[in-house]
């Protein structure tokens, strides 16, 4: 079935470091990819997507790229702040009907 | 715009007893999500209503969990009677016509002692 796998966290940064938060899906047709944020206490909120091969999803300094041949769509931002302190989430439409399909969820700390 | 809302954002209860959740969706947004957080599980989906019509409940734990759409603005998650385990996050979140975007309430958080 459709499923989505994630980097296990949590993973502990220095403020101004690189990130990167690895995931792959299933490749199961085209489907569109997205990356959601949730901050402590609160919901989770789209942070970006992509909805076909080689997009590249961007917000607030963070991107992904769309990766059909490697079925990945992996997280990257260049230089971290201490507010990205969070977990995120990668997640892909299920094969079909409304439902999305979301990873386990990476924690990332970021130390001023 | 307001977004999800859900009620209570914090309820703590007596094993037995049954508890009801709230949520108005987006106006406009055409499906629901009913989710379930928790450490040990992660984020389950529960259920999901498609125009009001429930179209999947196969993540319903069991019987003593059911949910309801009455109308495009509301919908309730019900746990009679509630246990210990039933203890999580839950959330709602809503999407528009046409999009797999969702957009999730701040939850409420179910205590049952």
């Known amino acids: 079935g459709d499923s989505v796998t994630q980097m296990e966290g949590p993973v502990t940064l220095s403020e101004e470091a690189f990130l990167t938060i690895n995931c792959t899906y299933t490749a199961t047709g085209y489907p569109s990819l997205f990356w959601y944020v949730q901050y402590p206490g609160e919901g989770l909120q789209l942070l970006l997507k992509a909805t076909k091969a080689d997009d590249k999803g961007s917000n607030k300094g963070f991107e992904a790229t769309y990766r059909k041949e490697t079925t990945s769509f992996h997280l990257e931002k260049g230089s971290v702040q201490v507010s990205d302190s969070a977990v995120y989430f990668c997640?892909?439409?299920?094969?079909?009907?409304?439902?999305?399909?979301f990873g386990a969820g990476t924690r990332l700390f970021v130390k001023a | 715009d307001a977004g999800v809302i859900q009620s209570p954002r914090h309820e703590v209860t007596e094993m037995g007893q049954e508890v009801t959740l709230r949520c108005k969706p987006i106006s406009g947004h055409n499906s629901l999500f009913w989710y379930r957080q928790t450490m040990m599980r992660g984020l389950e989906l529960l259920i999901y209503f498609n125009n009001n019509v429930p179209i999947d409940d196969s993540g319903m734990p069991e019987d003593r969990f059911s949910a309801k759409m009455p109308n495009a603005s509301f919908s309730t998650l019900k746990i009679q009677p509630s246990e210990p385990r039933d203890s999580a996050v839950y959330f709602c979140?809503?999407?528009?016509?046409?999009?797999?975007?969702?957009?999730f309430g701040p939850g409420t958080r179910l205590t049952v002692t």
């Open positions: 979140a809503s999407s528009p016509q046409g999009s797999y975007e969702q957009y």
């Open positions: 997640a892909r439409k299920n094969t079909g009907g409304f439902k999305t399909i």
